[in-house]
């Protein structure tokens, strides 16, 4: 019996694969504060964020889109004091294009953001912030 619960809780459940911590980005167009406020949101509860998106492949696609809106979120978190680099990975990965059969490159890039040390008090002020517009708009 032991064996059984051994082996059972060594097993990956396909959901499990996905890190908690990684944001992937996507070209649904979705507005760039709102990647700069989930990677708060995941820094508040990991401590650090991994920010993932794919470029372009052979085609054109809106992929250069999503690696410059990784880049713009990465730099927005460290210009404004939230987030230190802690490692920036770029690799090609393939890719099975069902319209044409037959695999397609497209660059990956990822980056790694941590806390600074100032990440809970400038998170702490723009609450603050926050809950004074509210009680001056009551």
Known sequence: MEEITEGVSNIAIAGDTQKKNRIQVSNTKKPLFFYVNL???????????????????????????????????????????????????????EIRDESRGRPISKAKIEIVLGKTE?????????????????????
């Open 39 to 93: 990677a708060k949101r995941y820094m508040q509860q990991h401590n650090e964020v991994e920010l993932s998106a794919l470029g372009m492949g052979v085609a054109f696609d809106l992929g250069v889109l999503t690696i410059s809106t990784v880049v713009s979120v990465a730099e927005i978190l460290k210009n404004n004091g939230f987030a230190v680099e802690k490692k920036i990975m770029t690799s090609t990965v």
């Open 118 to 138: 100032k990440f809970d008090e400038l998170m702490a002020a723009a609450a603050e912030e926050r809950a004074g517009n509210g009680e001056e708009q009551s």
